[in-house]
């Protein structure tokens, strides 16, 4: 099942704080969030795994809530080099194919000056 | 992280020939890979996973016959577009797990851009 992100697209302004969902209407085993540039390849960012777990780097963070239904990436102080699309990627619990990725259709960033 | 490289970056072929597309994980053996592919502007669908020693599992709606999978060893698997038509053309990108992190992580080729005419 194809988790819901939300927004679509956002514009902020250099320095600018941003928010990106990631939601399923069923529990999740994982979350895997990736920025790609145009014409580039996913670039992984943070896994989840943990109900309650928040975990960041630099000035990039993300949070998956008490139920595994849902997934925050946090841009604070946004840079020019955070454009992108983001995806979040969810995996169901362990078992047969448990590895796969399915992505959400993303959210296009764009930071302007 | 963990390094995967792709081979070849892009390539434009004729209609009706084949297309190998080598995926590899530089610095740890890949027990599995996985192959998406992205149309422009869309998200990342997966085609198939392929599993070192034995055979793929497709995705519905995944023609095994036409997108062969070999992933013959631990750091190498590639992906075959036989008798490839126009609308193949797309982005592929091979993604290798890293068995030595937490259980799903995936690291992703930088992708190969098929132009089929």
């Known amino acids: 099942q194809q988790p819901v992100q939300s927004p679509q697209a956002v514009i902020l302004r250099e320095g600018e704080d941003a928010v990106i969902n990631c939601s399923s209407s069923?529990?999740?085993?994982?979350v895997h969030w990736y920025r790609q540039k145009h014409g580039e390849a996913p670039v992984f960012l943070m896994i989840?795994?943990?109900?309650?777990e928040q975990k960041g780097h630099d000035k990039i963070s993300a949070s998956f809530n008490e139920k595994k239904q849902q997934s925050s990436l946090y841009l604070t102080a946004s840079q020019l080099s955070y454009s992108g699309t983001y995806f979040c990627?969810?995996?169901?619990?362990?078992?047969?194919?448990?590895?796969?990725?399915?992505f959400g259709k993303g959210t296009k960033l764009s930071v302007i000056p | 992280g963990a390094v995967v490289s792709q081979h070849p970056s892009w390539v434009i072929c004729k209609s009706g020939t084949s297309v190998k597309i080598e995926c590899r994980s530089l610095?740890?053996?890949?027990?599995?890979m996985f192959w998406y592919r992205q149309f422009p502007k869309q998200s990342l669908m997966l085609m198939a996973t392929?599993?070192?020693?034995?055979?793929?599992?497709?995705e519905q709606g995944v023609e095994k016959d036409k997108f062969l999978i070999n992933h013959a060893s631990l750091t190498l698997s590639t992906l075959t577009v036989t008798s490839a038509h126009p609308e193949d053309s797309s982005f592929y990108i091979c993604?290798?797990?890293?068995?030595?992190?937490?259980?799903?992580?995936?690291?992703f080729g930088p992708g190969t851009r098929l132009l089929v005419l």
């Open positions: 993604s290798a797990r890293d068995p030595g992190l937490p259980q799903e992580t995936q690291y």
């Open positions: 069923k529990a999740l085993y994982s």
């Open positions: 989840l795994l943990k109900g309650g």
């Open positions: 990627g969810t995996t169901g619990p362990p078992g047969a194919g448990s590895y796969q990725l399915t």
């Open positions: 610095d740890f053996q890949a027990t599995t």
């Open positions: 392929s599993n070192e020693g034995s055979k793929a599992t497709y």
